[in-house]
C-alpha cells in the first residue's frame, strides 16, 4: 500500500523555524518528484516547493524562497522542508505529494497540483 506521511509541524513564534518530514512507504522516491503544498483556512491550495528525483533541482514559491529548503533523504526514503523566518501567512496545513511524471515539478510552478500520491497534512501555526 502506497503511503505518505507528513511530520513536524507545530506551533512557533515568528522568526522561528520547523523542519517538515515526508516519508513514503509501498514506494521509494528515486523515480518521483515530490511537492510540499499548503492550505490555509480559507484560501486555496498553494504549491510550496517541488525537488525533481532526475536532477534534484527545486521550484519554490515566491512567498518562500530564501526562507524555506526541501531536500531528499534517499536512504530513509524521506522528504524535508526546512522552514525558517516563519511568518504568521506561513500557517497553514503543510502536505507533501509524490508524482512520477518528468513534468511534475513543472506542472507545479505554474499551479496544477494533479499529483498521485498525496499524505495526510500537518498542521504548521506561527504565532505573530
Known amino acids: 500500500e502506497v503511503q505518505l506521511q507528513a511530520s513536524g509541524g507545530g506551533l512557533v513564534q515568528t522568526g522561528g523555524s520547523l523542519r517538515l518530514s515526508c516519508a513514503a512507504s509501498?514506494?521509494?522516491?528515486?523515480?518521483?518528484?515530490i511537492g510540499w503544498f499548503r492550505q490555509a483556512p480559507g484560501k486555496e491550495r498553494e504549491g510550496v516547493s517541488c525537488?525533481?528525483?532526475?536532477?534534484?533541482?527545486?521550484y519554490y514559491a515566491d512567498s518562500v524562497k530564501g526562507r524555506f529548503t526541501t531536500s531528499t533523504d534517499n536512504a530513509k526514503n524521506t522528504v524535508y522542508l526546512q522552514m525558517d523566518s516563519l511568518e504568521p501567512e506561513d500557517t497553514a496545513v503543510y502536505y507533501c505529494?509524490?508524482?512520477?511524471?518528468?513534468?511534475?515539478?513543472?506542472?507545479?510552478?505554474?499551479?496544477?497540483?494533479?499529483?498521485?500520491?498525496w499524505g495526510k497534512g500537518t498542521q504548521v501555526t506561527v504565532s505573530s
Open positions: 525537488i525533481s528525483s532526475s536532477d534534484g533541482s527545486t
Open positions: 509501498g514506494f521509494t522516491f528515486d523515480h518521483y518528484n
Open positions: 505529494a509524490a508524482d512520477s511524471a518528468e513534468t511534475s515539478c513543472l506542472r507545479v510552478e505554474i499551479g496544477f497540483y494533479g499529483m498521485e500520491f
